[in-house]
């Protein structure tokens, strides 16, 4: 069984940050692209930003150019969100999700996603 536990929302004031984690845990063989979602009340779920194995970032959205990052220790089988600069439209139930082989299936990667973890930006 392989499992993604997100951590680090809350609540926080227009301009802060916050930081938010997700470690994968179980029997995993490897560990391909993790990736951060978003689903606010009303909104359909949406890829905020994501990361390969080596570490290059591939995509980060628009909306959160230049305020969040993506870092990921690959030690630690661990991927963070770093948010700064935040703003009451960031607001949102944040998912993360990773490509995964796990040690009895490592010919094909299968999705994980995470519980979800609230961020209300909010004064």
């Known amino acids: 069984q392989v499992q993604l536990v997100e951590s680090g929302g809350g609540l926080v004031q227009p301009g802060g940050s916050l930081r938010l984690s997700c470690a994968a845990s179980g029997s995993i063989f490897s560990i391909g692209v993790m990736g951060w979602y978003r689903q606010a009340p009303g909104k359909e779920r949406e890829l905020v930003a994501g990361i390969t194995d080596s570490g290059t970032t591939n995509y980060v959205d628009s909306s959160v150019k230049g305020r969040f990052t993506i870092p990921r220790d690959n030690a630690k089988n661990t991927v963070y969100l770093q948010m700064n600069s935040l703003k009451p439209e960031d607001t949102a139930v944040y998912y993360c999700?990773?490509?995964?082989?796990?040690?009895?299936?490592?010919?094909?990667?299968?999705?994980?996603w995470g519980q979800g973890t609230q961020v209300t930006v909010s004064s």
């Open positions: 999700k990773a490509l995964i082989k796990t040690a009895t299936n490592y010919y094909s990667a299968s999705a994980y």
